[in-house]
């Protein structure tokens, strides 16, 4: 077990609809990062925060939106859902941001879009 | 931010040392060198990371040139569930950005 909590562990929904992500992090750990992976894509790097803040945007889509709350929880938000979107979706923590991270991951939550 | 390239796959069987190599020829030098490791379906996990030199632990050993432009991960006699994609990242000293590759696909047979 990382320590990392995402929620729900699965998701079925349709094309053109909205769906939240939770991601709770490892006690203490201020980044968070949010990952895509699909069977022909491999790990994409999303986006990520660190103590409420935006530090790093990767390849998400305009469609997608992330924040931090105080509480250092997170959430991703997909909307206008397509078929491509389906995926596994990872949410990692770390203490810190630095060259020595170690980042924790979740275990994902397997999108559907039908 | 290092990109770095592997091979995409290795067959190996149990009991043996296995060696994957990493080149990251564009590495800056606050650049760390990580390693993940990661089975279908589930989260990838953090096996060891290094600046350089060598790094042991009790999972691995990384090996890496005093010019950084590679490094080896090393996994002494591995078993079946050693079968999984290991990731080698390039990790930036200030932001920390986690860029994965594509990952070598390992496979230890019987």
């Known amino acids: 077990d990382s320590g990392v909590t995402q929620t729900p562990k699965h998701l079925i929904t349709a094309t053109g609809q909205r769906v939240t992500l939770r991601c709770s992090p490892r006690?203490?750990?201020?980044?968070v990062y949010w990952y895509q992976q699909s069977l022909d894509q491999g790990l994409q790097f999303l986006i990520q925060y660190y103590n409420g803040e935006e530090r790093a945007k990767g390849n998400i889509l305009e469609r997608f939106s992330a924040q931090q709350f105080p509480d250092l929880h997170s959430e991703l938000n997909l909307s206008s859902l397509e078929l491509g979107d389906s995926a596994l979706y990872f949410c990692?923590?770390?203490?810190?941001?630095?060259?020595?991270?170690?980042?924790?991951f979740g275990q994902g939550t397997r999108l559907t879009v039908v | 931010l290092a990109k770095t390239t592997q091979p995409i796959s290795m067959d190996s069987y149990e009991g043996q040392e296995v060696n994957i190599t990493c080149s990251h020829n564009?590495?800056?030098?606050?650049?760390?060198i990580t390693w993940y490791q990661q089975f279908p379906s589930q989260g990838p996990r953090f096996i060891i990371q290094?600046?350089?030199t060598k790094v042991t632990n009790e999972v691995a050993s990384l090996f890496i040139p005093a010019d950084r432009k590679s490094s080896t991960l090393s996994l002494p006699r591995v078993s079946l569930s050693d079968t999984a994609v290991y990731y080698c990242?390039?990790?930036?000293?200030?932001?920390?950005?986690?860029?994965f590759g594509q990952g070598t696909e390992l496979s230890v047979k019987p």
């Open positions: 290094g600046y350089k």
């Open positions: 990692a923590s770390s203490v810190v941001t630095g060259g020595n991270t170690e980042a924790f």
């Open positions: 564009n590495i800056a030098t606050n650049d760390y």
């Open positions: 006690s203490g750990d201020l980044s």
């Open positions: 990242l390039g990790v930036e000293n200030q932001g920390g950005k986690l860029i």
